[in-house]
């Protein structure tokens, strides 16, 4: 079992950023791929970043490719997204997932976390 909570989340203006942050517990963070997903009103949940267990692959939403960054540190049980150049449309509850595999949709992965809001005026 492993819990996930998210954190960082709130209200900025468009051009901004906020790094969002994911703290893990319970059985080993390290052994797990974790992803990033984000679900807006009305819409289904969409994969935004996903990171391996060692790091040494990411991969990223075409709608977020060169402005956020996924990362973890393992040593804190803690992954991170840095999201720069905010805009309207990734206004959205994010959640954080983490999982065996590194894949971009979200049925394969096993645990998550309650969610925090991103909300992105322009």
């Known amino acids: 079992q492993v819990q996930l909570v998210e954190s960082g989340g709130g209200l900025v203006q468009a051009g901004g950023s906020l790094r969002l942050s994911c703290a893990a517990s319970g059985r080993t963070f390290s052994s797990y791929a974790m992803g990033w997903f984000r679900q807006a009103p009305g819409k289904e949940r969409e994969f935004v970043a996903a990171?391996?267990?060692?790091?040494?692959?990411?991969y990223y939403a075409d709608s977020v490719k060169g402005r956020f960054t996924i990362s973890r540190d393992n040593a804190k049980n803690t992954a991170y997204l840095q999201m720069n150049s905010l805009k309207p449309e990734d206004t959205a509850v994010y959640y954080c997932?983490?999982?065996?595999?590194?894949?971009?949709?979200?049925?394969?992965?096993?645990?998550w976390g309650q969610g925090t809001q991103v909300t992105v005026s322009s």
């Open positions: 990171i391996s267990w060692r790091a040494d692959s990411t």
């Open positions: 997932a983490v999982g065996r595999w590194l894949v971009v949709t979200p049925a394969p992965y096993d645990y």
